[in-house]
């Protein structure tokens, strides 16, 4: 079988417009090759994110990866923190370990791995580069008005009509 197919477009600018703001990672360096931390075979760790320029109004974050490249219709999730407090604008390197390495009443969406935390990259052997976008999420509520037992894709929809700005960086892996 062949996963031979055209590069799947970033699908960030086919959701509703908002504005951007900036994320920068000591772990993530924007296009370039992920560190073997954030590889799901060296340690799952999610990376590093602080970010600065939030909109005016936001009220808490939510903060996602997506792999948009996976061999399936859905994409990957790979991380899905909601309810992350308006202070807090920075989350260190394994704060994706688990809902008690999040601050505040911040808590996990289940990934498409399964788990309640950060699953790092893991494409297919010999399948073509993979982009992780990790995303912040600037949200104009308190909560995203979810919990833990929901989809990554019932996150996603709220987003769509609670997110006041995007910043966003991606990694790329191939095993």
């Known amino acids: 079988m062949s ?7 970033d699908p960030y600018p086919l ?5 951007t703001f900036t994320v920068v990672s ?4 924007d296009g370039e090759r992920l560190k073997l931390d954030q590889v799901n075979a060296h340690g799952d760790t999610s ?4 970010w600065s320029g939030a909109p005016e109004g936001t009220k808490s974050y939510v903060v996602t990866c997506f792999d948009p490249d996976a061999p399936i219709v859905s994409g990957f999730w790979h991380w899905v923190a909601v309810d992350i407090p308006a202070d807090v604008t920075e989350l260190a390197a394994g704060a994706g370990a688990g809902d008690d390495s999040l601050p505040g009443n911040a808590f996990h969406v289940r990934n498409d791995g399964g788990g309640l935390n950060f699953m790092g990259a893991a494409p297919p052997e010999g ?4 982009r992780y976008f990790f995303v912040v999420h600037a949200v104009g509520e308190e909560t995203l008005g979810v919990d833990a037992s929901v989809s990554p894709a019932v996150v996603g929809f709220n987003l769509a009509f609670k997110t006041l700005g995007r910043a966003i960086i991606h990694g790329t892996w191939r095993s």
């Open 3 to 9: 996963l031979d197919r055209p590069v799947t477009p």
């Open 26 to 29: 000591s772990d993530v360096t």
């Open 15 to 19: 959701l509703p417009a908002a504005e």
């Open 127 to 130: 399948d073509q580069v993979h």
């Open 47 to 50: 990376p590093h994110l602080s």
